[in-house]
């Protein structure tokens, strides 16, 4: 049905250019790149966003390339999605490591070393604690208009089957820079769906992801294109 650019307060990170309009305090994020941006994807589970993202780089709809993926479950597809496409991959079990922090410095090492320019979290359930040189260099996609239906314990398909019991007459998904708050953090957009009568939360969750499906890799190539910037605490699309 629609998009919507824009999203709350926000920091800086390393690649930041400050300057100046009027009274506004403008901060361009990052980019724009000559080259493909490269990626470090997190995830949990089979790999439906990062076989996506393959997909809309072979098409040559996203110049980026996937340098690592890092999963914090054993065993799961996105893994195997990985090594098919002949991508590096960690696994890094979750109860392995005695925190989020842990966890994080771990995979974030992992990020430092394959030379990401952004961490991109698909279908990652875990909480990750972001350090100060990934700072507006992580981005989540949720599978609702945050700030509805977000936060812990909202995923997957408990998102959709809240959307329909509360009766909305529009979903969406939401792409948003990370911070150390589950789904928190600036939004960069949003697409939105409508809930047709009669809907199941599968039903919802298709619709959503075909939704997602555009979502991401248009966030990425704001980001990579140097487009997304501060201007006085608000994350703006130029």
Not at 85 to 103: D, I, K, Y
Not at 142 to 161: E, K, R, T
Not at 195 to 223: M, Q, W
């Amino acid at each position: 049905m629609g998009e919507w650019h824009g999203g709350d307060a926000g920091g800086g990170e390393s690649g930041i250019r400050r300057g100046g309009r009027g009274d506004v305090d403008v901060e361009t994020l990052f980019g724009p790149l000559d080259r493909p941006v490269r990626l470090a994807v997190f995830l949990s589970g089979g790999g439906r966003t990062l076989v996506n993202l393959f997909e809309s780089i072979n098409r040559g709809e996203l110049d980026a390339e996937v340098a690592v993926v890092v999963s914090d479950r054993v065993g799961v597809g996105g893994v195997d999605r990985a090594t098919e496409a002949g991508v590096e991959s960690h696994t890094l079990p979750r109860r392995e490591f005695s925190s989020a922090a842990a966890w994080s410095d771990a995979a974030f090492s992992v990020s430092r070393e394959a030379g990401a320019d952004l961490v991109v979290l698909a279908g990652f359930l875990s909480l990750v604690v972001v350090p100060e040189d990934f700072h507006l260099r992580v981005m989540n996609i949720h599978p609702s208009l945050v700030p509805a239906f977000c936060g812990q314990g909202f995923y997957g398909h408990h998102v959709h089957q809240a959307a329909i019991e509360r009766g909305v007459k529009v979903s969406g998904c939401t792409v948003h820079f990370a911070d150390n708050e589950y789904d928190h953090g600036p939004i960069v957009l949003q697409k939105v769906v409508a809930v047709e009568d009669g809907d199941s939360a599968d039903d919802l969750a298709a619709r959503v992801f075909a939704a997602e499906c555009e979502a991401y890799p248009e966030a990425i190539r704001l980001f990579a294109g140097g487009r997304l910037r501060l201007a006085d605490g608000r994350l703006q699309v130029d």
